[in-house]
């Protein structure tokens, strides 16, 4: 760069000299100094034209040749614009790439700008929401994809699970949906063909369901027979031992018949307005305090710590299952006379918290995450000794679910446990009392 700005200086200094020498020779020296600036100029002038021309026959030819300053302005121009056209080359590569790679997977995507309108979509979406690129580009994904459920998930801005809508191309098939965003107000909606899931998942149901009433029958007539039996006198000593066992092994199975019945129809049933009310939670606790202190027969200490003033919209049996199933597992777990406290309160938040808390075995950490999956137990054993199902926190789970609610549980090995079930304020009715005692 040195090496130019000095050969521009020679120029301008050997045509001056020139002009000089001239001038002295000939007479006229400003003429001929003047004449050695402008000859300096015309030649910045025509470098000037050249770039131009050059620049604006689009640079697709190499850039035109000179020596001095100019030679090195149009060379570090060419570089530049060879550096710019490859990372054009490489971005346009990996455009290319995601975008052969997305038009090929088997899920329909869609890239959606903020307000849902389809910016691009992939082969597999033409043909699962029967879009066409001529007509549908533009235009929002809810006019095109007309279901209400899409609509609310949209509205609702949680897109961090799934949901699962008909198809609109065929009734007959399920679709799940799911929305990420990324960079600036941008989505990437991908629709996922399920109806093979859901119809294996509708089957097991269908069969636990089927198989559970089709039990329910011989069970009862069983159980008749045998109370019959163990209140018989006539009945042989010899017997009477085996006979109980039978009966204890009867109400066994007609518990968990009853919990899978219970648990199959939280999986299947739609959640109707019409089942929902407001529930009284304060009395409902007490009757669950009453039901368990009369099945409890290693008398615990079974105490209500506080109760506030609040109703939960919801469906009360499916409260008084949830709720009762944590009790009788405190009991359960719990040695005799141990305390069990239960509580209904409104934290800050204003969520609605029913908490059971025991003084029992506790549970090890590394169980928490799996406790509340079907059959799970930490102790067989102990869990079919104390009548347990291994479903009651799997109900538990699904009645949170359908209400709204979530789970927490906090264990100590040999200390105790604490269950907390924690519903929205939406969900929550505060009384006019509760509201005053709130505010003060
Ligand atoms: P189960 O009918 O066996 O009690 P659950 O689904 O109700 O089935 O509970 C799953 C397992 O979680 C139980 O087998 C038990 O090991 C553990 N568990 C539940 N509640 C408690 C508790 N209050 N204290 C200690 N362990 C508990």
């Not at 020498?21 to 400003?30: D, P, W």
């Not at 549970?363 to 067989?380: K, M, N, W």
């Amino acid at each position: 760069m040195r090496g130019a700005w000095l050969s521009e200086l020679f120029l301008l200094v050997g045509l001056a000299a020139l002009g000089a020498v001239l001038g002295a020779v000939l007479g006229g020296m400003g003429w001929w100094l003047m004449l050695a600036v402008l000859i300096v100029l015309a030649r910045h002038l025509w470098q000037l034209a050249r770039l131009e021309k050059w620049l604006d026959s689009g640079r697709q030819r190499n850039p035109p040749e000179s020596w001095g300053l100019w030679g090195e302005v149009f060379e570090h121009y060419f570089k530049l614009q060879k550096r710019y056209y490859k990372r054009k080359k490489r971005l346009a590569r990996v455009i290319r790439e995601f975008r052969e790679s997305t038009a090929a997977m088997p899920d329909g995507s869609l890239v959606l700008d903020g307000d849902f309108r389809i910016l691009w979509f992939n082969v597999a979406a033409e043909h699962m929401l029967r879009l066409s690129s001529n007509r549908d580009l533009g235009q929002s994904v809810i006019n095109l994809v007309r279901s209400p459920r899409l609509a609310s998930y949209l509205a609702a801005g949680e897109f961090n699970e799934p949901i699962i809508l008909r198809s609109p191309v065929n009734e007959s098939r399920s679709l799940s949906a799911r929305l990420i965003p990324y960079g600036k107000n941008q989505y990437l909606a991908l629709f996922r063909d399920v109806t093979r899931i859901q119809r294996l998942e509708a089957m097991r149901r269908d069969f636990v369901a089927n198989a559970s009433h089709e039990l329910r029958s011989p069970l009862t007539v069983l159980s008749g027979y045998l109370e019959s039996l163990v209140d018989d006198p006539g009945l042989a000593a010899e017997w009477r031992e085996p006979v109980s066992e039978m009966q204890g092994q009867c109400r066994r199975m007609s518990r968990l018949v009853d919990d899978l019945l219970e648990l199959s129809r939280l999986e299947t049933e739609e959640q109707d307005a019409a089942h929902q009310g407001q529930v009284d939670v304060p009395s409902l606790l007490r009757r669950i305090v009453r039901e368990a202190q009369l099945q409890d027969a290693d008398g615990h200490q079974l105490v209500i710590a506080e109760l506030c003033d609040c109703r939960l919209v919801g469906v009360e049996h499916e409260l008084h299952s949830a709720f009762g199933n944590l009790v009788m597992n405190a009991i359960r777990y719990t040695g005799p006379g141990g305390r069990i406290e239960v509580s209904w309160t409104l934290s800050r938040e204003g969520e609605a918290v029913f908490q059971v808390s025991d003084d029992g075995i506790g549970i090890e950490a590394r169980h928490l995450p799996f406790i509340t999956q079907r059959f799970y137990r930490v102790d067989s054993a102990r869990s079919r000794s104390r009548g347990g199902t291994g479903l009651g926190l799997a109900i538990v789970k699904h009645v949170l679910q359908r209400h709204g609610g979530r789970l927490q549980v906090t264990s100590e090995i040999g200390k105790g446990s604490t269950f907390r079930c924690v519903f929205a304020p939406q969900r929550v009715v505060v009384s006019p009392t509760e509201q005053q005692v709130e505010r003060a």
